[in-house]
């Protein structure tokens, strides 16, 4: 979990399946919530796009969850 622009983004690799070498990709954008909690607004995965490396699928997670913060989701106080 990484800290951007007042929200938390993170990152997941899914396997297609258990034979198959390729990875979807997912991530998920968190902000705090009251009482130190954290609360996830958006979560995404796509499937119609596959990966061979598990590492890439996690970074390209990473950089969508930036975009996601940066065009879709108001910008933050700190």
């Known amino acids: ?4 622009k007042g929200y938390f983004i993170t ?3 899914m396997p297609v399946h258990p034979f198959s070498p390729d990875w979807y ?5 968190l902000v705090p919530g009251p009482s130190s909690s954290i609360v996830e607004i958006t979560r995404f995965q796509l499937h119609q796009f596959t ?6 699928a996690e ?9 996601v913060v940066d065009e879709c989701l108001a910008q933050r106080e700190n």
């Open 1 to 4: 979990m990484q800290s951007y």
């Open 11 to 13: 990152s997941s690799a």
């Open 25 to 29: 990709i997912g991530g998920s954008v």
């Open 51 to 56: 990966v061979s490396m598990k590492e890439l």
């Open 59 to 67: 970074w390209f997670g990473l950089e969508v969850a930036r975009l």
